[in-house]
C-alpha cells in the first residue's frame, strides 16, 4: 500500500448563497410577523373602539351631569318672582333673539298671561 492519501476536496459552501438564504429567511419572517400582528390588530379592534366609545360616552354623561344638576338646582331654589329671574328670561330671550330661534311654542293658555315661569316637565324658562 502507499502512503499516498487521497485527497478529497470538500466542497466549500458559498458565502453569497449562505447570505441570501439567511435574508430570505428573515424577510419571511418579518412577512409572517407583520400578517400576524395585523391580525391581532384587527381582533383588538372592536374592544378598543367599544372602550373609547364608552368613555367619551361616559365622559360626556359625567359632565352634562355635572354642570346641568348644580344649575337646576339652584334655579328651582330661587324663587320665582325676582329681579334675577327676570334677568335670566330676558337675557335667554335677547339670546334666541339674535341667534335667530324665533319657535312657536305650544304653551298652555295659562302661561300666556305668566311670561317669566318655568313652563313645568320641560325645564323651558318662558
Known amino acids: 500500500m502507499s ?3 487521497i485527497v478529497t476536496e470538500t466542497p466549500q459552501p458559498d458565502p453569497l448563497r449562505s447570505a441570501a438564504d ?8 418579518a412577512k409572517d410577523g407583520a400578517a400576524d400582528a395585523q391580525q391581532r ?3 383588538a379592534l372592536p374592544a378598543i373602539s367599544g372602550f373609547v366609545s364608552r368613555l367619551t ?4 354623561y359625567a359632565v352634562s351631569y355635572g354642570v346641568v344638576f348644580p344649575s337646576l338646582l339652584i334655579a328651582r331654589a330661587v324663587p ?3 329681579a334675577i329671574i327676570h334677568g335670566i328670561v ?4 335677547a339670546a334666541r333673539d339674535a341667534v335667530g330661534g324665533d319657535r312657536n311654542i305650544d304653551e298652555p293658555a295659562d302661561l300666556q298671561d305668566h311670561p ?3 313652563v313645568p316637565g320641560t325645564d323651558t324658562i318662558r
Open 3 to 5: 502512503d499516498e492519501a
Open 22 to 29: 439567511a435574508m430570505a429567511l428573515a424577510l419571511q419572517a
Open 41 to 43: 390588530v384587527n381582533e
Open 57 to 60: 360616552y361616559t365622559t360626556c
Open 80 to 82: 320665582k318672582e325676582n
Open 90 to 93: 330676558d337675557g335667554a330671550r
Open 116 to 118: 317669566h315661569i318655568i
